[in-house]
């Protein structure tokens, strides 16, 4: 069983940058994918970034590259998504998910419904 409980999100305007950390807790394997979801309102979830391994390898979604970066802290038991350059349409709430016992070849093609453990949310708006 996976914990995990995100924060950070909040309001800012076009152009700003924002921090979301995903705090895990539960045991993991070197197989462990983590990733980041949003889903605006009236939207379907999408994926935004993940990383596999402890940062093995990363994945970036067309609308988050050169501006999303995702980090993981083992120290800490943390994931982040460093946000820059944000833009009104990155308004959304944004979910932490993960998944264990995944491959390295695999783990970019993982739908939302795939990931078993997620946690609550956190939002953010971004106003033009």
């Known amino acids: 069983q996976v914990h995990l409980v995100e924060s950070g999100g909040g309001s800012v305007q076009a152009g700003g940058s924002l921090r979301l950390s995903c705090a895990f807790s539960?045991?993991?394997?070197?197989?462990?994918?983590m990733a980041w979801f949003r889903q605006a309102p009236g939207k379907e979830r999408a994926g935004v970034a993940s990383?596999?391994?402890?940062?093995?390898?990363?994945y970036y979604a067309a609308s988050a590259k050169g501006r999303f970066t995702i980090s993981q802290d083992n120290a800490t038991n943390t994931v982040s998504l460093q946000m820059n350059t944000l833009k009104p349409e990155d308004t959304a709430m944004y979910h932490c998910?993960?998944?264990?016992?995944?491959?390295?070849?695999?783990?970019?093609?993982?739908?939302?419904?795939?990931?078993?453990?997620w946690g609550p949310g956190t939002q953010v708006i971004v106003s033009s």
């Open positions: 990383i596999y391994s402890f940062g093995l390898s990363r």
């Open positions: 998910a993960a998944h264990d016992g995944v491959t390295l070849s695999t783990y970019t093609n993982l739908a939302g419904d795939e990931f078993p453990y």
């Open positions: 539960g045991y993991i394997s070197s197989r462990i994918c």
